[in-house]
């Protein structure tokens, strides 16, 4: 089993930034690609970036220039860079894993964290 613990969220004025961190345990071999996905209340959710063990990116195109996705793969760790936030990006904001190649889907990852919330307010 893999667990996948995030932090970092918070509120933030709009055209500021934060930075989210996931932190992986357990069964971490096994892991190829990380991502993030967020959930605004009543909504989808959509992949916002992910990364595969050797830094292959992929961005939606709502956050592409905005957002930055990165891992450390010796510390176990993801991180999304979020500069220039705008209030449509207020969700939660979740941590995804997979053994496999990249992936939109949600239902390809298999190991999941509990969230976190971003708020973009003025």
């Known amino acids: 089993q893999v667990q996948l613990v995030e932090s970092g969220g918070g509120l933030v004025q709009p055209g500021g930034s934060l930075r989210l961190s996931c932190a992986a345990s357990g069964n971490i071999l096994r892991i190829n690609t990380m991502a993030w996905y967020r959930q605004a209340a009543g909504q989808q959710r959509p992949l916002v970036a992910s990364i595969t063990s050797g830094g292959t990116t992929y961005y939606a195109d709502s956050v592409k220039g905005r957002f930055t996705i990165s891992r450390d793969n010796a510390k176990n760790m993801l991180y999304l860079q979020m500069n220039s936030l705008k209030p449509e990006d207020t969700a939660v904001y979740s941590c995804?894993?997979?053994?496999?190649?990249?992936?939109?889907?949600?239902?390809?990852?298999?190991?999941w964290g509990q969230g976190t919330q971003v708020t973009v307010s003025s």
């Open positions: 995804a894993a997979r053994r496999g190649p990249n992936s939109f889907y949600s239902y390809d990852y298999n190991y």
